[in-house]
């Protein structure tokens, strides 16, 4: 699972693939689910992480359905019960998920510890006005960060120890695995992504400027962070331009939005279009 945060980075850099991912969500079934602790968080890239460090310790429900864009996801009464049943809730934040706060007081459960996972994140500012007014200040998806996902591992490893203090060293080992890993990987492809000839990463919407940062790389996309809207013809215009000025080969198309736009703009380039994943759907694993 680890290797999922980096593989579409080295397809970025064209450095090369990473190969081989973790099963260690498969290992639930050795616990029984009685004495898991339930816990509930909003989307897929939100369940990796707490899989990660929760183990076979806890019990996961997702409250966005598979096939549904997060950006686009509106709270109904039925998916409240989700929140209401678990012990632990857990979500992104930074504007990523509008609702969770409604859904925490709705639910009423009293017992429920809440987890703002990019709580300490240092976060990027949304530059376009209009997206301000629409989603406010902030890009969401920290979690697509090696950096930002540690700190969001911590923040789950603190409230699975707060919602199960007997397993408090279970939880700790597990997430010093984690952030070990993450760091190593970050050690070992940090001086790739330095050395790369090119580092213009060209997206269909802008999901990645947490990794980008990471690494030192320059993000330009075709829609916004919030994956909203098509580009003007200008904006393409440009697109295009700045794909031919930086000699861009590849332009990378998310799973869960339209591939269009993206296809136009590898034609009018010569660039291959490729898809890259955001966690944001269990289709993405």
């Known amino acids: 699972m680890l290797k999922k945060f980096l593989l579409f980075l080295c397809l970025a850099a064209g450095i090369g693939l990473l190969t081989g991912c973790g099963k260690e969500a498969a290992s639930s079934s050795a616990s029984s689910a009685s004495n898991q602790i339930p816990v509930t968080v909003s989307f897929q890239g939100m369940k990796l992480i707490a899989e990660a460090v929760g183990g076979d310790k806890i019990s996961v429900d997702t409250v966005i359905p598979d096939g549904t864009e ?5 709270l109904k009464g039925d998916d409240i019960k989700h929140i209401a049943e678990a012990r632990v809730f857990i979500y992104n934040g930074l504007g990523m998920e509008p609702w969770a706060q409604k859904a925490v007081q709705a639910a009423g459960n009293s017992n429920l510890i809440v987890v703002e996972a990019s709580k300490d994140v240092n976060p990027i500012m949304n530059e376009d006005a209009q997206e301000v007014k629409e989603h406010g200040a902030y890009d969401p998806h920290a979690w697509l960060s090696v950096k930002s996902a540690d700190t ?32 190593a990987l970050y050690k070992e492809y940090a001086p790739q992504f330095q050395a790369a000839p090119r580092k213009d990463v060209v997206t269909g919407h802008a999901a990645f400027a947490y990794l980008c940062r990471d690494f030192g790389l320059r993000q330009e996309s075709v829609e916004d962070a919030f994956a909203s809207g098509e580009p003007s013809a200008q904006k393409l215009a440009e697109l295009v331009e700045y ?14 939005v339209s591939p269009a736009v993206s296809h136009t703009l590898g034609d009018e380039t010569g660039a291959r279009v490729q898809v890259l994943y955001t966690m944001e759907d269990s289709g993405d694993g």
């Open 70 to 74: 997060p950006h686009d996801f509106e």
């Open 152 to 183: 969001e591992a911590a923040h789950i490893r603190d409230a699975l120890i707060q919602a199960d203090p007997q397993n408090k060293e279970y939880f700790q080992q597990r997430y010093e695995t984690f952030h070990n890993q993450l760091n």
């Open 243 to 256: 794909c031919k000025k930086n000699d861009v080969k590849t332009i990378y198309s998310e799973s869960m």
